[in-house]
């Protein structure tokens, strides 16, 4: 947790000569509120506002250090305050002289605290330095607990930090979960390495595990906006301890536990590319030691991420033999639908199959991701068939089904493929009208994953319309959403899509470059375009066939597809028009 906190006005001893003149004064208002909080009786009167003064210019207005010496009038008068305050300070800034002014009196302030405390405080400030981000009354007992910090005593003295102004509580979730100002954090975290204290971040990783486990099996009814107030605060603390299981001084297989179980947080925080890192690092250590529900995992998630059909399809047969050993119906039920998902380009049958026997495992588990996970493969499955109805109506009940459950991105998704389906039967209008009312809910929601899927496919429809204007605004959109997100394959789609945008705009040689990136990444991805971005490459091909030279063209998309993703998406966000046929290559410029 960082925050910027501005240093705050403070009195001169001419202004602190009354109380009324000190208030005016953020610094004074600050202390005089704290102090409040802390004694429930504190009032500041004339004859204390000098030395009130004096404390706030002493703390150089600092929000913390004000914050920490406050409280201390619990069992001192502010002149008794002012006086052991440069005392203390003459000391300790004494032995850093190399520091800035305000640092040293910030962490003056904060060691003249932590002095304070009592031994068993000490311990607990220090070894809550493991987490990175908030942590609940449950956590910090099963990371701090020991011989030392009986289990019982731990809420009683958070609570004393929390008085102290050494922890921060933040009451306004459901569960009161308490933080550290960054700069405390770090001092605490020095103080642990200065104790020799080896426990904590192992405790927290085994924590973790556990929670991470509750969290898979809620993530399949929670609504979002529930699972995220209860699980997404962990984030950090999870990447902490990756960092730490895959390090040098780490342990592998929790590393791997933890790359198994939190596929929910990196989803629902839109972090597809650091998921990709963690289990790719938790699958190049997999070994006969890895237990099978784990290794299930890691591969299906793997199998989920792969551009390649045919590493997918392995990945995804391996997880259903692990699934099948460790019998759990969750991860067999999951595994087997990302099997299917490998399947369905080119054995429709195996994969209706496989269907049934999900559908099979997550019928006794009730309206869950699972089921929801089925019925979309399914749809896609009597799409392929050339069964619309059926498919019709089985994203219908998928809707149905997430908006019961509450889950977000679900119903955008299944928004997203009925407006496919409709586009593809040629209702090209209620297609669009569907895709702007799921993008405009992506964006009320937050839902930036879903955002970036639906605005290609709506800039598709849209030029397949003649509405080149609107569709160019929504593809770029898309694709800076696409790149930020690591979502390469709606950052194609978004291209593709930009392709045919920028020949209808005058810019072939831009289109032509383009569409050759495209062409050439799509050769490298076996499942290939859907039906909307096969309409607009088809149509770039054909509209341009009379614009240009064949020689010229073919000169232009071969330039395109030695192109990065960097370069096509700089020249795609860029373009103005360019009627010539130049093929002057773009420089590299990074994309956020």
Known sequence: YRYLVPVLAVPDETAAATAAGALRFAAVRLFVERACAATGTFELRDCDSAY??????????????????APRLRFQKPAEL??????????????????????????????????????????????????????????ATAVAADELLDRHEIFELLGSLVDKSLVVADQSAAETRFYFLETMREYAAQKLVASGESRGIRQLAEYLVGRL??????????????????????????????????????????????????????????????????????????SPETPPDVAARILMWRAIRSTGLGARSEDAERAVGLARAAGDPLILGRSVTVLASTLIPNGLDQARSLLEEAAAIALPMGACRLRITVLSLQATVALDSGEEDLARRLLLEEIAMGRALGQVQIIHRASLNLAELLSCAGDRFEAIRMAREALASSLLTGDRSSESAIGANLAGYLLIEGETSEAVGVARQALRQAIALGQ????????????????????????????????????????????????????????SETLLAESTRIALLSEGAGWSLEEAAEVALSWSGDRGASVTAPSVASIE
């Open 488 to 543: 390469e394959v709606f950052a194609l789609c978004s291209l593709q899509h930009l392709a045919l945008a920028a020949l209808r705009s005058g810019a072939v040689a831009t289109a032509l470059r383009l569409q050759g990136y495209v062409d050439a990444a799509y050769r490298h991805d076996p499942i290939g375009r859907e039906a909307t971005e096969r309409t607009t490459s088809e149509l770039v091909a054909m509209e």
């Open 52 to 69: 009130v003064g004096a404390i706030c210019r002493r703390l150089d207005g600092i929000a913390l250090a004000i914050e920490l010496a």
């Open 82 to 139: 002012l006086a052991r305050l440069d005392e203390r300070f003459s000391v300790l800034i004494g032995r850093g002289r190399t520091a800035l002014p305000r640092q040293q009196t910030l962490m003056a302030a904060i060691d003249w605290s932590h002095d304070l405390l009592s031994p068993p405080e000490q311990a607990l400030f220090r070894r809550l330095s493991v987490f990175f981000g908030s942590w609940t009354l449950e956590s």
């Open 213 to 286: 486990r509750q969290a898979e099996k809620a993530y399949e009814t929670a609504s979002t906006a529930d699972w995220l107030a209860t699980y997404g605060p962990e984030l950090d603390n999870v990447r902490a301890a990756l960092a730490w299981a895959f390090g040098h001084s780490g342990e592998i297989l929790l590393g791997q536990q933890l790359a198994s179980l939190s596929r929910g947080l990196w989803v629902e925080h839109h972090l597809a590319a650091e998921q990709r890192r963690w289990v790719e690092a938790a699958a190049a250590a997999l």
